[in-house]
């Protein structure tokens, strides 16, 4: 969290602020290190999984080495683009990382920072690329495994997990969930479609 903190600063967060269409960047930050901690959770869940670690890492290893975090202004403003799609394709990653739980993901967000959970869920995909570079760099520097890269995780893991206890374990309560894709989610990506045109 503190390297996500490092690169979520105050001139990329107005950034996306002006993104999502949200006035208060105040609240856009709160939502933003709410994202970060879900996203990372999902991840550290994903590394220890058998099932899932080898995809995960596959993904970090091919498409996320932390170059986006060079310029990140650059990336958000459209003014330089990633060599790689996948990259910067929050809306795979989240649908990767979250399944069938991203609109009681955007929920929890919303409830929690007082952002609309229209505006959090495409805050959701525009962060989800930060968090993947800056895990791709952490593994890339540490020349970690995916074993390696799950204990770097899960260090960072049990502090996100006790933050979320402390409020309400609302993030752990999430990713517990069995998503059911209900029409709801068809709704949440309605909405934030007509929010990205």
């Known amino acids: 969290m503190n390297e996500v903190s490092r690169h979520l600063n105050d001139n990329v967060i107005i950034q996306l602020s002006k993104q999502v269409g949200a006035q208060d960047p105040n609240v856009v930050k709160k939502a933003a290190f709410a994202i ?28 996320h080495d932390g170059g986006i975090l060079g310029d990140l202004m650059g990336i958000l403003t459209g003014q330089k683009k990633a060599n790689n799609s996948s990259t910067t394709n929050g809306e795979g990653i989240v ?33 989800a690329p930060v968090i993947m570079g800056v895990v ?20 960072g893991g049990q502090q996100q997990q006790q933050q979320a206890n402390n409020s309400g374990g609302m993030f752990g309560k999430l990713l517990d969930m069995d ?6 989610d068809d709704l949440l990506n309605i909405g934030m479609k007509i929010l990205k045109n």
């Open 179 to 184: 998503g059911d894709g209900s029409m709801m």
């Open 95 to 127: 649908s990767h990382l979250l399944g069938k739980q991203q609109l009681e993901a955007a929920q929890v967000v919303s409830q929690h920072s007082g952002l609309h959970i229209f505006k959090s869920g495409v805050l959701m995909q525009l962060i």
């Open 136 to 155: 791709g760099q952490t593994r890339k520097t540490g020349g970690l495994d995916l074993g390696g890269l799950a204990r770097v995780l899960m260090g």
């Open 36 to 63: 970060s901690e879900l996203l990372l959770n999902a991840i550290t869940r994903n590394a220890n999984n058998p099932q899932r670690g080898g995809g995960l890492y596959g993904a970090i290893e091919k498409d």
